[in-house]
T-cell receptor, first 114, second 109 residues
């Protein structure tokens, strides 16, 4: 069983650009969540996808969007990047959306916006 | 608004002692509370989950308590080892999941 993987590991963008981050969940995990973690802070929930549908969203603007695919992969897209978007972006998968349980995190993508 | 506070940004403990981390919350009624460990540059790793109707949960050297009246969870690591040094995050979950900012634990030999 492979763990959760994310790509790329690091990324540098300039303000106003768009970025796509990718995640591959553990096989059999139908739920994927994305988080933003600023330095010295805990992860902040962006949104969750269950069976390719958005299933919950945190306090993030619409320029943060996502997709989940049938092959357990997913994407986080951020448009019109701002300096404050610089952070570690984590995805986490879990087997079922119904009952809260352990989430299995990837290593993250560190995004720097200049 | 919902708020989670984890005790002091950093905790230094001598090897062999018990480390106790606290997680206090306000304006929230979690159904579940989870603890994660995060090492520098890596994603969080799940440790323990406790439900609102449970008082205590144990796993090897780890113990979690959950007091919904005090709105507090305590996380204990007994017989601490330098390898336990990491940041520990608590996370509350009902309709959504909220993470605390973490406590950085250092175990000195």
């Amino acid at each position: 069983e492979t763990g959760v993987t994310q790509s790329p590991t690091h990324l540098i963008k300039t303000r106003g650009q768009q970025v796509t981050l990718r995640c591959s969940s553990q096989s059999g995990h139908n739920t994927v969540s994305w988080y933003q973690q600023a330095l010295g802070q805990g992860p902040q929930f962006i949104f969750q996808y269950y069976r390719e549908e958005e299933n919950g969203r945190g306090n993030f603007p619409p320029r943060f969007s996502g997709l989940q695919f049938p092959n357990y992969s997913s994407e986080l897209n951020v448009n019109a990047l701002e300096l404050d978007d610089s952070a570690l972006y984590l995805c986490a998968s879990s087997p079922d959306s119904g009952t809260p349980g352990p989430q299995y995190f990837g290593p993250g993508t560190r995004l720097l916006v200049l | 608004s919902q708020k989670i506070e984890q005790n002091s940004e950093a905790l230094n403990i001598q090897e062999g002692k018990t480390a106790t981390l606290t997680c206090n919350y306000t304006n929230y009624s979690p159904a579940y509370l989870q603890w994660y460990r995060q090492d520098p540059g890596r994603g969080p790793v799940f440790l323990l989950l406790i439900r609102e109707n449970e008082k205590e949960k144990r796993k090897e050297r780890l113990k979690v308590t959950f007091d919904t009246t005090l709105k507090q969870s305590l996380f204990h690591i007994t017989a601490s080892q330098p390898a336990d040094s990491a940041t520990y995050l608590c996370a509350l979950h009902r309709n959504k999941i909220i993470f605390g900012s973490g406590t950085r634990l250092s175990i000195r030999p």
